[in-house]
């Protein structure tokens, strides 16, 4: 039988092999450059670029060898850029770091992501040497090119890190739908103005935005479907607005007051972060009001921080008008002092379908006080406990990561298979390298022995 070693993929029509290119990861499809000066072409033709420099200077490396790697990686840039091939762009991802030495290479390419009809068009300029976890206020080191806002029809999305804006010239985007918005000053007024103007937006992102005095978008209704408040500075921790498109909401910082108004056949899903807290206050209420305000979400993520408060404010055994959760994720420690508010979320889930336990993420406050007098949290698991509806009629999966084997993880689970009437599986995935083989075999022979329940349960430990 004879074989053949024609390069079937090139016969393809180019419109096709271009398709093929757009699924791939840019540094991945510019390196089929080399193949052939037809696949060159098509590589220079491709609508998606992105130009990280984080793909070149890598932080553990010596100042020498990142100063010639952003050489490169600058040249690079200029070369790609001139021998581009095609008629239009479509995403455009400039990531680069002290912009003010590269100025003029960084306007360079934001003109030519406009001139070529740019819809997404994502700018970060920010220092990957920042911490995100730090209330620091750092200024932005770009402004967006003054050209851009005459492009401002063909846009659809934008994202501005490290990248200050004019708020008039802004008004120009009549056509986004997506907006990021990341370590620049930002005021209130500014964003009301952009929401009421640019009518479009439905994604709202805020990343590290400071000098804000609050989130305060009062009474009218905004268009938003997705909703990110990622750890910024407020003055007053408010956050009050309606949403009644709202499907996903993201909110990372500090305890305040909440009023939002949402519909409850739209809201899909919420994560709250309270993991910047510096310290454990009483604030159950507070936190108590959100989670009320955002009851109708199908799938909720919480931090430890709102397991340890949530239970400390005058409701400490449920939400009154009970959750629509149907998947909850808890990020947690499974430490005694964040079992109250475990318990408190599973009482207010009647019809809670899947839980996910993600253990090693928070910290445990010293200055925790338990929500009843005279309850142990040492031994929680061994005192008496009313089973939570949903373990009863519900639940029917739980998943487990990071499974270390501590007494009070193998407690919850005995307590979980125990009294869950309708689980169906039970996953266990233990923390990679911190078990050694005996031990997970200890895991097993103890999950094979615990009374279940269901008799349709599954229990898988890996």
Same mark, same amino acid.
């Given at each position: 039988m004879r074989t053949s070693n024609t390069d079937m993929l090139s016969l393809l029509p180019d419109s096709v092999l271009l398709l093929i290119l757009s699924m791939l990861p840019f540094k991945e499809a510019v390196k089929t450059s080399v193949l052939s000066k037809p696949w060159m072409k098509i590589c220079h033709s491709m609508e998606n670029i992105e130009f990280n420099e984080l793909s070149f200077v890598k932080q553990g490396e010596s100042d020498e060898a990142k100063k010639e790697h952003r050489?490169?990686?600058? !040249?690079? %840039? /200029?070369?790609?850029?001139s021998n581009f091939q095609g008629s239009f762009v479509n995403k455009f991802i400039l990531n680069v770091s002290d912009p003010a030495t590269c100025r003029h290479i960084m306007e360079q390419c934001v003109?030519?992501? /406009?001139?070529?009809?740019?819809?997404?068009l994502r700018l970060d300029f920010s220092d990957p040497k920042w911490d995100e976890n730090e209330w620091v206020e750092h200024d932005a &080191? #770009?402004?967006?090119p003054e050209h851009v806002y005459g492009h401002g029809s063909s846009l659809e999305a934008i994202k501005l890190?490290?990248?200050?804006?004019? #708020?008039p010239k802004f008004l120009n985007f009549g056509a986004l739908k997506d907006v990021s918005l990341g370590w620049i000053e930002l005021? %209130?007024?500014t964003l009301k103005t952009m929401l009421s103007s640019c009518k479009m937006i439905e994604n709202l992102t805020l990343k590290k935005?400071?000098?804000?005095?609050?989130?305060?978008?009062?009474?009218?209704?905004?268009?938003?479907?997705?909703?990110?408040?990622?750890?910024?500075?407020?003055?007053y921790e408010y956050l009050v607005f309606k949403a009644q498109s709202l499907k996903y909401f993201k909110y990372s910082g500090g305890v305040g007051f909440s009023e939002i108004n949402v519909l409850s056949s739209v809201i899909e899903e919420v994560e709250i972060d309270y993991s910047l807290m510096p310290d454990f206050s009483e604030c159950g209420d507070q936190i108590y009001k959100l989670v009320e305000d955002l009851s109708a979400c199908r799938v909720l993520t919480v931090c430890s921080f709102l397991l340890q408060a949530i239970p400390s404010g005058e409701e400490s055994v449920k939400v009154?008008?009970? &959750? !629509?959760i149907r998947h909850l994720i808890m990020k947690t420690r499974m430490h005694p002092y964040e079992m109250f508010g475990f318990m408190f979320l599973l009482n207010s889930s009647p019809v809670l379908e899947k839980l996910t336990i993600e253990i090693g993420h928070g910290k445990i406050f010293e200055s925790y006080e338990p929500p009843f007098q005279g309850f142990n949290t040492d031994k929680f698991w061994q005192q008496?406990? %009313? /089973?939570?509806?949903?373990?009863?009629?519900?639940?029917?999966?739980?998943? %487990?990561?990071?499974f270390r084997g501590t007494e009070n993880e193998l407690l919850a689970v005995k307590y979980i298979v125990e009294n869950g009437k309708v689980l169906e599986e039970v996953s266990i995935n233990m923390m990679y390298g911190n078990l050694e083989e005996e031990k997970l075999r200890l895991v097993r022979r103890f999950c094979t022995v615990i009374p279940k329940a269901s008799n349709k349960l599954k229990i898988s430990v890996a």
């Open positions: 050489r490169v990686f600058l !040249n690079f %840039i /200029t070369n790609w850029i003109k030519f992501a /406009t001139q070529h009809g740019v819809k997404d &080191l #770009m402004k967006l890190h490290s990248c200050s804006f004019s #708020m005021n %209130i007024k935005c400071w000098n804000m005095e609050d989130f305060y978008l009062g009474d009218n209704n905004v268009g938003l479907k997705r909703l990110v408040i990622d750890k910024c500075q407020f003055q009154q008008c009970c &959750l !629509n008496p406990l %009313i /089973t939570p509806v949903c373990l009863k009629k519900a639940v029917k999966v739980v998943e %487990i990561k990071g």
